[in-house]
């Protein structure tokens, strides 16, 4: 997680953390202090930012969706974690905050891999930085959201850094994470905390700065920083990476920086290969990737590859001279790409063109109303025009009609993880939303409900006529009677069920 184009990212900070990423602490606190609202250039494309009304207490460094609808936040001293709960009418706009508890002592990971896993827990590993220093730290930690307690999570074997490394979750479950230094890669079974190897034959640059996006097939997708502007695939059966062949332009910014010292005294060197920004599936197939600058300093490029054709075409260069290196992007419910340009500005990528639209610095992520949650000094929502096409929602098939308060049921049906991962960053701080939600609103009161999520039979995307399923535990304190009873992946809401809560 390295830039130096990002005007953010001043000269007071020191020569030590000068290539310290966007979304770490002293890089932001000075800057995430006030949402300005821009006028919308793109004609009938409405693009509005709300700010919360109960801010959280310390800003917002990253954010995960939880399964029970909660929203996990890890606050810009990187040493706390909150928690913000929507009221009664499932408003995060109106919702509230709440501390949890605080990660195994030692361990204050600024930029690290992560993921909700299957069964609902948090996994984060790694960080660029732990207690303010750059450390590329192994340490890690698993969040169990009912326990509300971190649990210590070992690194691989023979991995003593970690740092800020790409990661993805399989369709199967398994946890993935690169090694930033290496080409090496390491899979988590979340059953058994575990670590085992696997190959990575024909990797073309180490895993560092790369960004990797989950495909309908299960295969994985990265645009190289080092080797850019090469592109490549790893299929998981095969264990194996191949060309995906050229972007076109180069998305990659160069690094201006020579040896980073780290470990024991100092004594070895990292060479960042530079920067890239963010890479999104879109629910046509397509993947848009947006560029760091160029060599000149320039505007950054874009591209866009078709998972279905295997081609790449060049897409739209940022207006302005801007640029989303190392940044953040989310999936909208209207297929288009957010992507946050370094300057601040909020773009829409409908699959030809950048429109701009709000000002504002921090984290995307898609809430379960459609809304996408912006984390910083002022945490706020941000609602686009549009909405998603009926072939892209969820599909209830199976359900139980008379559901118990406290119980546990299965539902099934189709298209429960969504079309995408939803959300990017230009390498770590994963916090993809590819995974069902169940919503429940009472019919005399309205009130709105989740039942906790877990054991999801896929975490793949795309998974189109596929039967899925998971499993819900219904609220011990909610409202009986009649209900409607929703799934909800990546901010897009099925067709509602009746159900009797009792």
């Given at each position: 997680?390295?830039?130096?184009?990002?005007?953010?990212?001043?000269?007071?900070?020191?020569?030590?953390?000068?290539?310290?990423?966007?979304?770490?602490?002293?890089?932001?606190?000075?800057?995430?202090?006030?949402?300005?609202?821009?006028?919308?250039?793109?004609?009938?494309?409405?693009?509005?930012?709300?700010?919360?009304?109960?801010?959280?207490?310390?800003?917002?460094?990253?954010?995960?969706?939880?399964?029970?609808?909660?929203?996990?936040?890890?606050?810009?001293?990187?040493?706390?974690?909150?928690?913000?709960?929507?009221?009664?009418?499932?408003?995060?706009?109106?919702?509230?905050?709440?501390?949890?508890?605080?990660?195994?002592?030692?361990?204050?990971?600024?930029?690290?891999?992560?993921?909700?896993?299957?069964?609902?827990?948090?996994?984060?590993?790694?960080?660029?930085?732990?207690?303010?220093?750059?450390?590329?730290?192994?340490?890690?930690?698993?969040?169990?959201?009912?326990?509300?307690?971190?649990?210590?999570?070992?690194?691989?074997?023979?991995?003593?850094?970690?740092?800020?490394?790409?990661?993805?979750?399989?369709?199967?479950?398994?946890?993935?994470?690169?090694?930033?230094?290496?080409?090496?890669?390491?899979?988590?079974?979340?059953?058994?905390?575990?670590?085992?190897?696997?190959?990575?034959?024909?990797?073309?640059?180490?895993?560092?700065?790369?960004?990797?996006?989950?495909?309908?097939?299960?295969?994985?997708?990265?645009?190289?920083?080092?080797?850019?502007?090469?592109?490549?695939?790893?299929?998981?059966?095969?264990?194996?990476?191949?060309?995906?062949?050229?972007?076109?332009?180069?998305?990659?910014?160069?690094?201006?920086f020579g040896c980073i010292n780290y470990g024991p005294g100092g004594k070895l060197c990292y060479y960042p290969p530079g920067e890239i920004g963010p890479q999104i599936l879109r629910p046509d197939g397509t993947v848009f990737v947006a560029g760091s600058y160029t060599k000149n300093a320039g505007p950054g490029d874009t591209a866009i590859y078709d998972?279905?054709?295997?081609?790449?075409?060049?897409?739209?260069?940022?207006?302005?001279?801007?640029?989303?290196?190392?940044?953040?992007?989310?999936?909208?419910?209207?297929?288009?790409?957010?992507?946050?340009?370094?300057?601040?500005?909020?773009?829409?990528?409908?699959?030809?063109?950048?429109?701009?639209?709000?000002?504002?610095?921090?984290?995307?992520?898609?809430?379960?109303?459609?809304?996408?949650?912006?984390?910083?000094?002022?945490?706020?929502?941000?609602?686009?025009?549009?909405?998603?096409?009926?072939?892209w929602q969820p599909a209830i098939s199976t359900y139980p009609s008379t559901i118990t308060r406290g119980s546990t049921y299965t539902i099934s049906g189709t298209q429960f993880n969504g079309l995408s991962q939803a959300a990017a960053f230009g390498d770590e701080l994963e916090t993809a939303t590819n995974y069902p939600l169940v919503r429940i609103t009472?019919?005399?009161?309205?009130?709105?409900?989740?039942?906790?999520?877990?054991?999801?039979?896929?975490?793949?995307?795309?998974?189109?006529?596929?039967?899925?399923?998971?499993?819900?535990?219904?609220?011990?304190?909610?409202?009986?009677?009649?209900?409607?009873?929703?799934?909800?992946?990546?901010?897009?809401?099925?067709?509602?069920?009746?159900?009797?809560?009792?």
């Open positions: 997680m390295l830039s130096s184009s990002n005007p953010r990212k001043s000269s007071a900070l020191d020569v030590s953390r000068c290539f310290q990423g966007r979304s770490s602490l002293l890089s932001r606190t000075f800057f995430l202090t006030v949402v300005v609202l821009l006028a919308v250039s793109g004609a009938g494309l409405a693009q509005t930012l709300t700010n919360l009304k109960h801010q959280p207490p310390h800003g917002i460094q990253i954010t995960f969706q939880l399964t029970d609808g909660t929203v996990l936040a890890q606050s810009n001293g990187a040493s706390d974690w909150w928690k913000l709960t929507p009221d009664n009418t499932g408003s995060y706009v109106n919702g509230t905050w709440t501390q949890v508890a605080s990660l195994p002592a030692g361990y204050v990971p600024d930029d690290f891999a992560s993921a909700v896993l299957a069964d609902g827990r948090l996994v984060i590993t790694g960080g660029e930085y732990n207690n303010g220093n750059f450390a590329l730290t192994n340490l890690g930690a698993i969040y169990d959201p009912k326990a509300n307690t971190w649990t210590s999570l070992a690194p691989p074997k023979g991995w003593n850094y970690i740092g800020d490394s790409p990661s993805v979750v399989l369709p199967d479950g398994r946890f993935l994470v690169g090694n930033k230094l290496t080409k090496q890669i390491r899979e988590l079974d979340p059953k058994t905390l575990t670590w085992t190897s696997r190959g990575s034959k024909g990797k073309s640059d180490f895993n560092a700065e790369e960004g990797w996006t989950l495909l309908p097939n299960g295969s994985i997708l990265t645009a190289d920083v080092k080797h850019a502007p090469n592109s490549e695939i790893y299929t998981p059966a095969a264990k194996e990476w191949v060309s995906a062949g050229s972007t076109i332009v180069d998305l990659h910014s160069p690094s201006p998972s279905l054709t295997g081609v790449w075409t060049v897409g739209p260069v940022f207006p302005n001279g801007d640029n989303a290196g190392d940044s953040f992007a989310a999936l909208l419910p209207n297929g288009n790409v957010l992507v946050e340009g370094d300057s601040g500005v909020l773009y829409e990528f409908d699959g030809t063109k950048l429109t701009p639209g709000p000002k504002t610095y921090g984290s995307l992520m898609v809430l379960p109303t459609g809304e996408v949650l912006v984390g910083g000094g002022v945490t706020a929502t941000y609602t686009s025009s549009g909405t998603y096409q009926t072939s009472n019919n005399s009161t309205h009130h709105v409900f989740y039942a906790r999520t877990h054991d999801h039979s896929s975490m793949g995307v795309a998974t189109g006529t596929e039967s899925v399923s998971t499993s819900f535990d219904v609220p011990a304190l909610m409202e009986t009677g009649a209900s409607t009873l929703a799934v909800v992946a990546n901010g897009i809401t099925s067709v509602t069920v009746s159900v009797t809560v009792q």
